[in-house]
């Protein structure tokens, strides 16, 4: 009898291991995983930040979910097809494919190429890529597989503000009422060659306490417009050269305080 368990015990850890051992295999040969691993899954992006610019390169990260490879390894990424996704491919970016994780790497990044197209200077545009399973990855996590980028060029920051409110670029003692020809001379004046970039956006909440440095920005636009049209500081106005807004009744532009 007691011969009997013995054996039939024998028998169920014999074949408990071999269970175990016959799993194994397929634990360890999951195909390796490929994911955005970014720490978010969207971006805004605005050539006002660089009005030089008509074209620029978007590097989106992307990382194993798994080993690193003795080969380079392709991935595949494609656009997605979506009712807010309404930049058109080869108008408004261009993938750059073939895309690949290089040998020995676990991460990389995938530059997308983004232009300046005239429909821009009124509306946003948005495209959404998505990294796809093919023959040497599987997709990675799920919620970073797909990845949305916004482009902008001449639109309104939220941060702006109005007029009369708290919004310290929009208060009437500072830049005012925000049209397409004043945030352009706003651009110009505050852009650094150095860096290639501007200031775009002042997001403070309270006009009462700005940082210093915005008063600076105030001083250095109302500058520019002292030099490059001295016709809108003029008394009269309009001796030398004027800058006029169209969108705000053909009026010069002035700035700390506003006009309009």
Known sequence: ???GIVYIITL??????????QDLPVLFSEQDGIYFSGTTDSLSYTFAKFPKRT???????????????DVDRVITIEKVSAPDADAIEGVHFKLLTPYTMPANKVSTTIPIVIYRTPDLDSL????????????????????????KVKMGYI????????????QW??????????TKTKYKLILDALYDPVSDSTVTEFPIGNRFAPPALYLQYLQI????????????????LGIGPTLRDPDANNNVIVVG????
């Open 221 to 236: 636009v109302r500058n520019y417009i002292r030099t490059n049209y001295p016709g809108n500081l003029s008394v009269p």
């Open 1 to 3: 009898m007691k011969k």
């Open 169 to 178: 670029a929009g208060y009437s003692a500072n830049f005012g009422t925000w």
């Open 124 to 147: 946003s545009r948005t495209f959404i890529v998505h990294v796809k399973a093919n023959e040497t990855f599987q997709e990675g996590i799920d919620v970073k597989t797909q990845f």
């Open 257 to 260: 305080p506003a006009n309009y």
């Open 155 to 166: 639109q309104k920051p939220p941060s702006w503000g109005e007029f009369g409110g708290i």
């Open 55 to 69: 074209t620029d390169t978007l590097k989106l990260p992307v990382t194993v979910l798994g080993k690193a490879s």
């Open 12 to 21: 169920v850890v014999v074949g408990l291991i071999t269970s175990c051992d």
